[in-house]
């Protein structure tokens, strides 16, 4: 039975008045429609794809829902005894297909012999017709029969861990409109999803038909962003331009599906503590309850919750990657984005899948990737370690841990050796630093570089706009970039390159000194190096805890190698332990990651690495749910 979820409009499609022309004319524009089809909530694109020349009797039989009738389109050499095999494909790998659109089935390429009634799936009478239009693309579709125009079907979600801003809807110009639906949820946004039919992997779209959900700092065309704040977004308009490096996505055929959260301005903040303008998304892992990191929160949240999530598009300048990875999944200077430090900002991806992450890093860092799928690595057979536990019998955790290590080391046969960052420096720094130790070195760079850029580029001009807006005010602000901005304000107009300078210096130190690259391709990398991601439940990572007002990020710490270096820092998920929660009373599982970072240049290395480990049983490709393993989500 086809149900409407939606009465607010009876023209093709669902109707919104958007504006009035004038006093005598208005203009109605189609933003969709909302059913339900067999109890699964749907929504119909007020885009066709195509028009079929039939008569309304020959499918009077068929559901209606005001002229809009469930069928299939069946594309390709196909006879009609190659559709129950191809209608089972389909259901197992499509999310949005149900045997129910069989009840009508048009069959490209044949002609008015194919006419008929079969069975193609159980408890499923299939009435078959002939269509001659093969750009239709394959799969479920609801066809208007007054016009004959067919449209696609969405599959709509509720996004229960608070991971969107904005739930899209691509159209055919390249633009992005917002997807206007609702499905029953507590205070959560609806979520589209086209059906995985229409699309085909090629050469040149080697991402068609990948679901993506990108941070809420890159501009897409059409789309109003927030960069996690209310009065950003309210003030500006939605963006005519997309970002290139979302651009490079689409082209090779993903399909943005929503806006994710962010912290505001990309700025690290903290769950209850630090999230003002808009709430902090719901890590699924462990009790549900846990802080989900940021500042692509969204991002990690949702790869960690939803099955029909592909990739999360994240950022990361010190760790707004690898940290929500570091408690979800796998991970690793932009045009229009919105800047934090444009001597550190990175486009990454936070997924589930190691292949499919190989092949997104290929189209979006394009000539900067150097995939080895084709080729058969020599993996490095020095593995530095830092602040590894040495003993197993200390946790659960750090069992897993030395066991990861024992069983990488035994895979590339090499050997583990811990890494002393202080003494080396101490027996080899350049020598203009003179007797500085690292982090007096560093002490002050992260927060210089990203406060000084980020107060010149983005808040002086948005305290400006929106003051001429609104009489002189002030707009608001979270706690966490307001106290950064100010101990930028503080520093001398200096402090910037003195910052660039310190960051090159150790730049330069480590990829000569500590971590060079060689000229194999196939080895890339002198060594790997890994230090600890995350190790279960940790003391204040539950968002139910009131902290400390937020503070300057000053100092050093393992994270921020990679940030200085250049380097590629991967989280690898290698396990869950079992942890008492003060939320449930109960026993929960919660993550734990190691990072491992190689030679600058060689991020390939360590996608191969990833893929390697799985097919050798290391690694376990994680799951959406409750823990990596996946089971229902506490919520």
């Not at 194999?520 to 002198?526: G, I």
């Amino acid at each position: 039975m086809v149900r409407p979820r939606s009465f607010r409009s009876l023209h093709s499609l669902a109707l919104a008045i958007l504006a009035a022309a004038s006093s005598s004319s208005a203009q109605l524009v189609s933003t969709g429609l909302s059913v339900t089809f067999n109890d699964v909530y749907y929504f119909i694109s007020p885009y066709s794809s195509g028009k079929l020349a039939v008569l309304p009797k020959t499918l009077s039989s068929l559901p209606s829902v005001y002229g809009f009738k469930p069928v299939t389109v069946v594309g390709g050499a196909f006879a009609r005894s190659d559709l129950p095999e191809l209608v089972a494909n389909w259901t197992a790998m499509d999310d949005v297909f149900q045997p129910a659109f069989l009840q009508a089935v048009f069959l490209s390429g044949s002609d008015d012999s194919c006419v008929g009634h079969t069975a193609i799936a159980n408890g499923v009478s299939s009435l078959v017709l002939p269509i001659n239009d093969t750009t239709i693309p394959s799969g479920p579709h609801f066809l208007e029969t007054a016009t004959g125009s067919l449209y696609p079907v969405y599959r709509l979600y509720e996004d229960f861990a608070g991971a969107f801003t904005e739930s899209l809807l691509q159209t055919p110009e390249g633009k992005f409109q917002p997807l206007s639906a609702q499905v029953p949820g507590s205070a959560s946004l609806t979520i589209g999803v086209p059906s995985r039919l229409y699309y085909t992997k090629t050469a040149e779209k080697p991402l068609a038909g990948v679901r993506i959900g990108v941070k809420d700092i890159f501009a897409l065309a059409g789309v109003k962003q927030s960069n996690g704040n209310r009065a950003w977004y309210n003030l500006y308009p939605a963006n005519n331009v997309t970002a290139p490096s979302m651009q490079r996505l689409i082209d090779a055929g993903a399909q943005i599906i929503g806006l994710q959260k962010p912290s505001q301005f990309a700025n690290g903040e903290t769950a209850t503590a630090d999230w003002v303008d808009y709430h902090s998304p719901f890590n699924p892992r462990g009790d549900g309850y846990q802080d989900a990191s940021s500042s692509s929160s969204g991002a990690g949240a949702s790869a960690a919750s939803y099955e029909w999530l592909d990739i999360a598009v994240g950022s990361d300048t010190g760790g707004s990657i690898r940290g929500p990875s570091g408690v979800h999944v796998f991970s690793a200077t932009v045009h229009h984005v919105m800047p934090l430090s444009t001597n550190l900002d990175t486009a990454g991806f936070l997924l589930r899948d190691p292949f499919l992450w190989d092949v997104a890093n290929t189209v979006l860092y394009k000539e900067n990737y150097t995939s080895l799928a084709t080729v058969e690595p020599k993996y490095p057979k020095t593995v530095y370690t830092i602040g590894f536990p040495t003993h197993a019998s200390s946790s659960a955790a750090n069992a897993l841990l030395l066991d990861f290590l024992d069983s990488l080391t035994t895979f590339i046969g090499g050997a583990a050796k811990p890494f002393n960052i202080t003494s080396e420096w101490a027996s080899s720094r350049p020598a203009e630093v003179g007797d500085l130790t690292i982090p007096q070195l560093l002490n002050t760079t992260y927060p210089a570089l990203i406060t000084k850029e980020q107060t010149a580029l983005l808040r002086d001009p948005f305290f400006r706009d929106y003051a001429a807006a609104h009489d002189g005010r002030t707009p608001f602000v979270d706690p966490a970039p307001l106290a950064r901005w100010a101990y930028g304000d503080s520093l001398p107009a200096s402090a910037l390159q003195e910052a660039i300078r310190n960051k090159t210096v150790f730049m330069d130190w480590w990829n000569a000194r500590i971590m060079p690259p060689v000229a194999d391709p196939a080895q890339c990398s002198s060594s790997l190096m890994l230090y600890v991601g995350s190790a279960g439940a940790g003391a204040g990572s539950t968002r139910n805890r009131y902290l400390s007002p937020p503070q300057v990020p000053f100092g050093w710490s393992t994270g921020r190698i990679s940030v200085y270096s250049g380097c590629p820092d991967h989280v690898y998920p290698i396990g869950q332990v079992a942890a008492k929660s003060d939320v449930t009373n109960h026993e929960e599982l919660f993550p734990v990651a190691v990072d491992i970072m190689a030679a600058k240049g060689c991020d390939g290395l360590l996608v191969r690495l990833a893929q390697d480990l799985i097919d050798a049983g290391i690694l376990a490709v994680p799951k959406t749910g409750g823990s990596t393993t996946g089971g229902d989500i506490l919520k």
